[in-house]
Every structure is written in C-alpha cells, then in structure tokens.
C-alpha cells in the first residue's frame, strides 16, 4: 500500500523526527539522508519534489532516521564520506575522517608542491584518509601507514584499493615505533593522533563516546602523550629537512609547537581550521 508521501514530505517527517529528537542540523542530516537512500543530487530533488515515493524508499528512509535519532553518525549510516574530494568507507573499525583533517593534508601537499618522489609516513592511520588522499595527489610518492588497531589497519587496506594508491601504501601494525625505519627515510611524517584529555571522554557527544573507538581518542592526561612520545621519536630517527606535521585540538597549538621547538624542530608554523581554530602544527627536523 503506497504511503502517498511526497518526497519533499518524506524529507519534512525525518527532518521534524530529528528535530524532536534533539539532532542539531537536522534538516541537514535528514536531506543527506535523503538523498543517499534515494541516489539522487540536490538538482534531482527540485525536480522530484513534488513527486510520490514507493514504499521501499520510504522504509529505507525511516530506518536510517531512526539510526540518526539514536546519535549514530551520518557518516556509519550511509557506510562512506568523502574527504579531500575522494569516497572513503566508514564504519566502527576506526574514527571517521573530519571536514578540519583535510587541513593537515592540504599543508603537506603545500610543503611538497614541486617535489616529484619522496615518502610519507602517517601514524595512526585510521581509515586511511589522510595518507591516501595525500597519495592520490601526489601520484609518484609511497607511503607507510601505522596504526595499532588490526581493525583499522584492515579498513584502511580497503580504502587504499577504493582510492587506487594500495600498491603505493606499506601497512605496518603496532606502535608508533614500528614506523622507526620508514620514518628515518621519509620527507614527512604526518599525524593525528588521540589528544583528548582522558577526563573529557565520559562527557562527549553521543555521536563520538558511544561510535567512535576510544584507543582513536585518549590523549591521556593532558591530551599530549601522543605528540610526545611521535615528537621524541621522530628527534631520533627523521632524517634533517624532513617535516613533522600534527593535526591537533583546538587548544593544543602552543603547546605541541612548544613540544617541537624543545626537539630543535625549526620553521614551525601553526595553521587554523575554517572556523578559526588551531588545528595543524608544522615543524622541519634540523
């Protein structure tokens, strides 16, 4: 039996469900939604507005929005995202990429503009994104990703044959110090690492605390156990000229570029996000 909604009315009942359920954007997740579940673009969508929906379109729908009514993120309902102008595949195997990252791959591939070859080394690799896109870009480099999670080292393994760089890409499981021999010949070395205080965790949005993997997270006591333990291993095994370069919090840009500039890193630069937050620290081994 056909519902007789409308897809501008399908649109209007998720949205108002979001809504009701405390969603903050909820127009704008429902519309994402929307249109996933449907296969259409925006430009679709004027057209059809007016137009029934069958039935399986709507009971798709409706499950997704009852995903997002329980906080779950957009990103693990509809399965990818795309970052940096490319598709990745998202799931609960590790932290879902974010708008601000695209920031710390924008800086490498300012600091590597005109370098035809060289070798890039990313700890904690997650899905992959960020070693990936830089990769897709610079389609003559090789890359090592390092990650502690087997699950995340897998769905990155995925995503590297999704974007079309796996034969460019070494996958190495374990601690930031299985990375020291690839680490000693690259040119960069990028990371974004976990630096959320420990206290902080309990008191996150649903959306992170009850999806995202909390080894991604933890920061330890003052968030900055990562950076310290990358910067001190990066001071011993980089090769000078080469870059160290931080994804960091939004309150956390003096104190990493502290952290370098007590590593004798020189040039170091602090570079914000759209918002106008802190959000990557740069760094060149002398």
Request: glycine fraction near 10%; include cysteine.
């Amino acid at each position: 039996m056909s519902t007789g909604l409308t897809y501008r009315g399908l649109l209007q009942r998720g949205a108002s469900q979001l809504d009701a359920a405390g969603i903050e954007g909820a127009r704008d997740d429902a519309k994402f939604l929307l249109f996933e579940a449907a296969g259409i673009s925006s430009s679709d969508f004027i057209m059809r507005e007016q137009d029934a929906v069958d039935d399986t379109l709507v009971a798709l729908f409706d499950k997704m929005i009852e995903r997002r009514k329980n906080h779950e993120p957009v990103s693990l309902i509809i399965g990818h995202i795309d970052f940096m102008g490319l598709s990745f595949l998202t799931d609960e195997r590790a932290l879902a990429p974010r708008s601000d990252s695209e920031r710390l791959v924008e800086a490498a591939l300012s600091l590597t503009e005109g370098v035809e070859q060289g070798s890039v080394v990313d700890l904690g690799t997650g899905t992959g994104c960020l070693l990936q896109s830089f990769l897709y870009y610079r389609p003559h480099w090789t890359g090592t990703a390092v990650d502690l999670s087997p699950d995340a080292l897998s769905l990155a393994r995925e995503n590297a044959v999704r974007v079309g760089v796996r034969e460019r890409v070494a996958l190495l499981e374990g601690s930031w110090e299985v990375g020291r021999e690839a680490i000693s010949q690259a040119d960069i070395v990028m990371s974004n690492p976990p630096y959320i205080v420990s206290d902080v965790i309990k008191t996150l949005d649903p959306e992170v605390l009850n999806h995202d993997p909390h080894l991604a997270l933890d920061g330890g006591e003052d968030g900055l156990d990562a950076y310290r333990a990358i910067t001190s291993l990066c001071d011993d095994s980089l090769k000078a000229g080469a870059w160290l370069a931080f994804e960091i919090g939004y309150d956390q840009g003096k104190a990493v570029e502290k952290l370098l500039d007590g590593h004798g890193f020189a040039e170091l630069t602090i570079l914000k996000d759209f918002s106008g937050h802190d959000r990557v620290v740069l760094g060149r081994k002398q």
